[in-house]
T-cell receptor, first 118, second 116 residues
């Protein structure tokens, strides 16, 4: 199916464990993003990627690692989960405007992953 | 720095009332885009509108309208004759031409509750 999908939808993990959230898009969009949503903070950018093998930090990158070996995948890894990383995580992608950088295109979001760290 | 401020955390209205959601943004870029997204109780994020910095015309789509004013750095969203189905969190977002990164920066959102 075309679109952007996240897995798992729900995850409970223990403090200190490593966990990876998956994101896959079928449009070959250049840009991909990871956000976390917390009450009172809205959507905060964790990491983003402009293309395969190009990633950069967002507003709240500490404790997270990303990779992008293929255009369609953008996994987010919590190296050693903490309770403060309990959140809803959204992956998004947006296209690059032909001849431009794509800042005018809308972002499409996955369904979200609800992560609880106990 | 880029920033989006949605000062209204929660708004509660009765069905059929008009409601305006405020959005104030900051950017040093002259070329940028503004967006509104809706997040209904089911949790997905739904794109509503995009506006570029060179187009200050107001836009109307059914019961929805948007007022973009560069002079006050605002991009407000009005729902006319609100309905229960409009109950959601609404996010305003900004994307400016910062090299090739194109980050989409969101405000903290406004929770709109429409009571029957």
């Amino acid at each position: 199916d075309a679109g952007i999908t996240q897995s798992p939808r729900y995850k409970i993990t223990e403090t200190g464990r490593q966990v990876t959230l998956m994101c896959h898009q079928t449009w070959s969009h250049s840009y991909m993003f990871w956000y976390r949503q917390d009450l009172g903070h809205g959507l905060r950018l964790i990491y983003y990627s402009a293309a395969a093998d190009i990633t950069d930090k967002g507003e709240v990158p500490d404790g997270y690692v990303v990779s992008r070996s293929k255009t369609e995948n953008f996994p987010l890894t919590l190296e050693s989960a903490t309770r403060s990383q309990t959140s809803v995580y959204f992956c998004a992608s947006r296209d690059r405007v032909r001849g431009g950088f794509g800042h005018g295109t809308e972002a499409f979001f996955g369904q979200g992953t609800r992560l609880t760290v106990v | 720095a880029q920033k989006v401020t949605q000062a209204q955390t929660e708004i509660s209205v009765v069905e059929k009332e008009d409601v305006t959601l405020d959005c104030v943004y900051e950017t040093r870029d002259t070329t940028y885009y503004l967006f509104w997204y809706k997040q209904p109780p089911s949790g997905e994020l739904v794109f509503l509108i995009r506006r570029n910095s060179f187009d200050e015309q107001n836009e109307i789509s059914g019961r929805y309208s948007w007022n973009f004013q560069k002079s006050t750095s605002s991009f407000n969203f009005t729902i006319t004759a609100s309905q229960v189905v409009d109950s959601a969190v609404y996010f305003c977002a900004l994307s400016a031409n910062r090299g090739a990164t194109n980050k989409l920066i969101f405000g903290t959102g406004t929770l709109l509750a429409v009571q029957p």
